[in-house]
């Protein structure tokens, strides 16, 4: 057998915390520093060889779905690996699901959004449950009763993957159906019907085109009950114990997000409970969108974060033409490039999650303005980036083993799920539209920062805000866009050292190509900027 040579160690064990110079200073800024023990523990626990190891198996032994038994009686239940199991054990002993309602304290989104961040970059279909269940509490919250029956379970740390009622369960997961086969960014066009049983409840008759993670307990539920649209709470099982009426028809064949389960069900008269008030459906699973849209930010700039780390993990072991590649001064660029685009995805999410532990009114502009703003903008980029740090890896990057093919294929679909990117974008625009004192409330967190090329844009946005076509539709993504990296690098300029600034500005700002990466102008402190993006533990 020939000898194994130039090729780097794996990226294991190491800290997912310990590990993340940006992750760090963001938890310490956003105020969650009180739990970087915590985190410290959970990206050693998540960085571990065998945890690696279940992100690898829970995809590559995707779910099952059983919609008879033997004897031809209905089950509709999905049967997972393992390691989807375990790896949820580790996300509910850690709170990811719920520890800011449960636990609420200042700080407590900005910590969790630190702990998804980690979990996200070792595998991201549990994410998917994890995020329902975070975003289904305040909208829970509008039916006292039912709140007080499943808050309880909601906020247990104790996995409980068994299928059977909630009474009988330690803990309890929550799912959405919304999106119908005629329409899902349009969601007025649901035909699900719901029909008042006489006790209160509701039998519901319908079906849903996309419900994720039907394993869940309960799902928040539209449909179109007397008063119009209206929301409702469908557990998997009727409080006489039996399996309500959700026949699941399919699993759907996903490009990515292989480990986690998405359905088509029918409802044959399932049994839900109203939340909130009856024909006021959309407003009040809102509430829910809004921190799910908060974890598609947090989701992609995680899956950028891991991306890097293992280019530039890769780039300070492998040699090329005598030289390391991260010696070779266009592979720095590229890394550095790379790097950039993830940083400044971090800062802005992690920024964005204390908004979610804040009450001030500038809080509420950024809640409102910038979670689809931001939402629009790192999804996109997320794909470019898994992409170009696959390449960074040449040959082996396309290789199943690395998690680069996995990082990819994933990268899309934060983008179109929980709104896709025109929806995002005209949410911005009525969000502005909408929110008292939004443009000023913006004016003051981009501050005015000593950078020339963010002042000049900085003022090119504040011109377009305050243009009579502001609404103009068809330039919604770029005005996103504009605000969002000028978002970028206001925080960057105050917070991440200068090489990171400096190369954000002038690459960013008044970028005329930004179609690849690796295009950074001469002057910029590559190797800088590439070094602070090292996993080192
Ligand atoms: C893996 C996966 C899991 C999912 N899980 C769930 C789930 O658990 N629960 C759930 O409810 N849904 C789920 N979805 C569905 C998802 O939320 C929808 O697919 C999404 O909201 C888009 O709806 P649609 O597919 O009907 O597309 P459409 O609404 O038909 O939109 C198609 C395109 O048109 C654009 N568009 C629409 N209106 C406008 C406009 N006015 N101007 C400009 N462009 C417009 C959209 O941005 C989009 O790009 C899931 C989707 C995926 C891929």
């Given at each position: 057998m020939f000898e194994v040579q130039n090729q780097p160690p794996p990226l294991e064990p190491y800290n997912l915390f310990a590990s993340d110079a940006v992750l760090g200073e963001a938890v310490q800024r956003e105020g969650a520093g009180w739990a970087k023990g915590e985190l410290t523990a959970l990206g050693a626990t998540l960085g571990k060889p065998e945890t690696i190891r279940l992100g690898f198996d829970a995809n590559r032994f995707p779910p099952q779905l059983r919609t008879l038994d033997r004897y031809g009686h209905r089950r509709d239940e999905v049967e997972f690996h393992p390691a989807w199991h375990e790896l949820l054990t580790i996300a509910l002993a850690d709170g990811l699901h719920s520890s800011p309602w449960a636990d609420p304290k200042p700080g407590a989104h900005v910590a969790r959004a630190a702990g998804t961040y980690m979990l996200g970059q070792i595998e991201s279909g549990v994410y998917c449950p994890i995020a329902m269940t975070y975003g289904s509490v305040p909208t829970l919250r509008h039916a006292p009763a039912l709140a007080?029956?499943?808050?309880?379970?909601?906020?247990?740390?104790?996995?409980?993957?068994?299928?059977?009622?909630?009474?009988?369960?330690?803990?309890?997961?929550l799912g959405m159906g919304m999106t119908e086969n005629q329409g899902g960014s349009d969601l007025r066009t649901n035909t699900t019907q719901a029909k008042p049983a006489g006790d209160g409840s509701f039998r519901l008759h319908g079906h849903k085109w996309f419900m994720s993670a039907p394993m869940c307990d309960a799902f928040l539920v539209l449909a179109q009950s007397p008063k119009g649209l209206s929301c409702f709470l469908m557990p998997r099982w009727t409080p006489d114990g039996e399996r309500n009426a959700i026949q699941i028809l399919r699993l759907k064949d996903k490009l990515g997000n292989r480990s986690n389960a998405s359905s088509e069900v029918e409802f044959h008269g399932a049994y839900a409970q109203l939340v909130g008030e009856?024909?006021?459906?959309?407003?009040?699973?809102?509430e829910m969108g809004n921190y799910t849209r908060l974890d598609c930010c947090i989701g992609s700039s995680s899956l950028m974060r891991q991306a890097v780390a293992q280019a530039v993990h890769h780039a300070r072991y492998r040699t090329a033409f005598q030289k390391k590649l991260i010696d070779q001064p266009l592979m720095t660029n590229v890394l550095a490039d790379l790097a950039l685009e993830s940083e400044a995805a971090a800062v802005l999410t992690m920024r964005l999650a204390r908004a979610y532990d804040e009450d001030s009114e500038a809080a509420q502009v950024m809640r409102r303005v910038v979670t689809p703003a931001a939402k629009f903008w790192i999804c996109k980029r997320t794909p470019f980036v898994t992409y170009e740090a696959m390449e960074v890896l040449g040959g082996s990057g396309y290789i199943e083993e690395s998690i680069m093919p996995r990082l990819y294929r994933e990268a899309p679909v934060n983008s179109i799920w929980e709104?896709?990117?025109?929806?995002?974008?005209?949410?911005?625009l009525r969000a502005i539209e909408r929110t008292p004192n939004a443009v000023d409330v913006l004016r003051h967190e981009l501050g005015d920062g000593k950078d020339v090329r963010l002042k000049d844009a900085t003022t090119r946005l504040e011109k377009w805000l305050a243009a009579h076509d502001r609404n103009d539709e068809s330039q919604a993504r770029a005005l996103v866009r504009d605000l969002i990296l000028v978002l970028q690098a206001a925080l960057l300029t105050r917070h991440a050292p200068s090489a990171v600034s400096?190369?954000?500005?002038?690459?960013?700002?008044?970028?005329?190509?930004?179609?690849?990466?690796g295009m950074l102008p001469r002057g910029v402190d590559f190797r800088a900027i590439a070094d602070r993006a090292a996993p080192r533990n």
């Amino acid at each position: 057998m020939f000898e194994v040579q130039n090729q780097p160690p794996p990226l294991e064990p190491y800290n997912l915390f310990a590990s993340d110079a940006v992750l760090g200073e963001a938890v310490q800024r956003e105020g969650a520093g009180w739990a970087k023990g915590e985190l410290t523990a959970l990206g050693a626990t998540l960085g571990k060889p065998e945890t690696i190891r279940l992100g690898f198996d829970a995809n590559r032994f995707p779910p099952q779905l059983r919609t008879l038994d033997r004897y031809g009686h209905r089950r509709d239940e999905v049967e997972f690996h393992p390691a989807w199991h375990e790896l949820l054990t580790i996300a509910l002993a850690d709170g990811l699901h719920s520890s800011p309602w449960a636990d609420p304290k200042p700080g407590a989104h900005v910590a969790r959004a630190a702990g998804t961040y980690m979990l996200g970059q070792i595998e991201s279909g549990v994410y998917c449950p994890i995020a329902m269940t975070y975003g289904s509490v305040p909208t829970l919250r509008h039916a006292p009763a039912l709140a007080s029956e499943w808050l309880p379970r909601i906020f247990s740390r104790d996995y409980d993957r068994n299928f059977r009622p909630v009474k009988q369960k330690t803990s309890a997961l929550l799912g959405m159906g919304m999106t119908e086969n005629q329409g899902g960014s349009d969601l007025r066009t649901n035909t699900t019907q719901a029909k008042p049983a006489g006790d209160g409840s509701f039998r519901l008759h319908g079906h849903k085109w996309f419900m994720s993670a039907p394993m869940c307990d309960a799902f928040l539920v539209l449909a179109q009950s007397p008063k119009g649209l209206s929301c409702f709470l469908m557990p998997r099982w009727t409080p006489d114990g039996e399996r309500n009426a959700i026949q699941i028809l399919r699993l759907k064949d996903k490009l990515g997000n292989r480990s986690n389960a998405s359905s088509e069900v029918e409802f044959h008269g399932a049994y839900a409970q109203l939340v909130g008030e009856e024909g006021r459906g959309i407003a009040t699973i809102i509430e829910m969108g809004n921190y799910t849209r908060l974890d598609c930010c947090i989701g992609s700039s995680s899956l950028m974060r891991q991306a890097v780390a293992q280019a530039v993990h890769h780039a300070r072991y492998r040699t090329a033409f005598q030289k390391k590649l991260i010696d070779q001064p266009l592979m720095t660029n590229v890394l550095a490039d790379l790097a950039l685009e993830s940083e400044a995805a971090a800062v802005l999410t992690m920024r964005l999650a204390r908004a979610y532990d804040e009450d001030s009114e500038a809080a509420q502009v950024m809640r409102r303005v910038v979670t689809p703003a931001a939402k629009f903008w790192i999804c996109k980029r997320t794909p470019f980036v898994t992409y170009e740090a696959m390449e960074v890896l040449g040959g082996s990057g396309y290789i199943e083993e690395s998690i680069m093919p996995r990082l990819y294929r994933e990268a899309p679909v934060n983008s179109i799920w929980e709104g896709s990117g025109n929806i995002m974008c005209l949410d911005v625009l009525r969000a502005i539209e909408r929110t008292p004192n939004a443009v000023d409330v913006l004016r003051h967190e981009l501050g005015d920062g000593k950078d020339v090329r963010l002042k000049d844009a900085t003022t090119r946005l504040e011109k377009w805000l305050a243009a009579h076509d502001r609404n103009d539709e068809s330039q919604a993504r770029a005005l996103v866009r504009d605000l969002i990296l000028v978002l970028q690098a206001a925080l960057l300029t105050r917070h991440a050292p200068s090489a990171v600034s400096e190369a954000f500005c002038a690459s960013r700002l008044n970028a005329e190509d930004g179609s690849a990466f690796g295009m950074l102008p001469r002057g910029v402190d590559f190797r800088a900027i590439a070094d602070r993006a090292a996993p080192r533990n």
